[in-house]
């Protein structure tokens, strides 16, 4: 078991340009989050998705937009990138609905926006 | 809203010594409470959790934690430290309603340093 993966581990990108983060999980989890890790502001909220199809907001999704076409990938993108979204990025998955469950992390994305 | 606060920054302690961080949350029920350890470079990593039923959890690398709900505080303790621990802690409290799609809320996190 590879647990959650993430890919690409670092990117650079210049203001106005785009890309796709991609998480992957096979642990077969019905629930995926991203989220954001910023200098003493913890793990904030992207966007989460309770399912295959779904997407929801979660705290921070301006500028962002995520798709759950198969359940084993969450994919994030930012469509045109600003300097305040340079952080590191984590995807998680969870399974079932209990809130019991803990979230897995993967190795988290360095994304720097020049 | 569920919030979390971890109100020390920064922690040095000495190898050997014992550990505690602080750890309290704000929530309208019994919460799911969450002890992660984030190494430097790395994802997030479970250290224990509770919900309900004794307020001792043990964890994993020696970790425990004590659920007060008088106090509302889930404190992470260690009575021997070691260099390996030096890392970044977070405490996370979860939603019992799954139409949150259980959603976490972290705190800000407590770095620990290690010295020898």
């Known amino acids: 078991n590879a647990g959650v993966t993430q890919t690409p581990k670092f990117r650079v990108l210049k203001t106005g340009q785009s890309m796709t983060l991609l998480c992957a999980q096979d642990?077969?989890?019905?629930?995926m989050y991203w989220y954001r890790q910023d200098p003493g502001m913890g793990l904030r909220l992207i966007h989460y998705?309770?399912?295959?199809?779904?997407?929801a907001k979660g705290e921070v999704p301006d500028g962002y937009n995520v798709s759950r076409l198969k359940k084993q990938n969450f994919l994030l993108g930012l469509e045109s990138a600003a300097p305040s979204q340079t952080s590191v990025y984590f995807c998680?998955?969870?399974?079932?609905?209990?809130?019991?469950?803990?979230?897995?992390f993967g190795p988290g994305t360095r994304l720097t926006v020049l | 809203a569920q919030s979390v606060t971890q109100p020390d920054i920064h922690i040095t302690v000495s190898e050997g010594a014992s550990l505690e961080l602080r750890c309290n949350y704000s929530?309208?029920?019994?919460?799911?409470l969450f002890w992660y350890v984030q190494s430097p470079g790395q994802g997030l990593q479970l250290l224990l959790k509770?919900?309900?039923?004794?307020?001792l959890v043990q964890g994993i690398k020696g970790f425990e934690a004590e659920f007060k709900r008088s106090q509302s505080s889930f404190n992470l303790r260690k009575p021997s430290v070691h260099w390996s621990d030096a890392a970044e802690y977070f405490c996370?409290?979860?939603?019992?309603?799954?139409?949150?799609?259980?959603?976490?809320?972290f705190g800000t996190g407590t770095r620990l340093q290690v010295t020898l």
């Open positions: 509770y919900f309900s039923g004794d307020t």
């Open positions: 998680a998955s969870k399974p079932g609905t209990s809130g019991y469950n803990e979230q897995f």
């Open positions: 996370a409290v979860g939603a019992i309603n799954t139409g949150t799609a259980s959603k976490l809320t």
């Open positions: 998705s309770v399912g295959e199809g779904t997407t």
């Open positions: 929530y309208g029920a019994t919460p799911y």
């Open positions: 642990m077969n989890h019905e629930y």
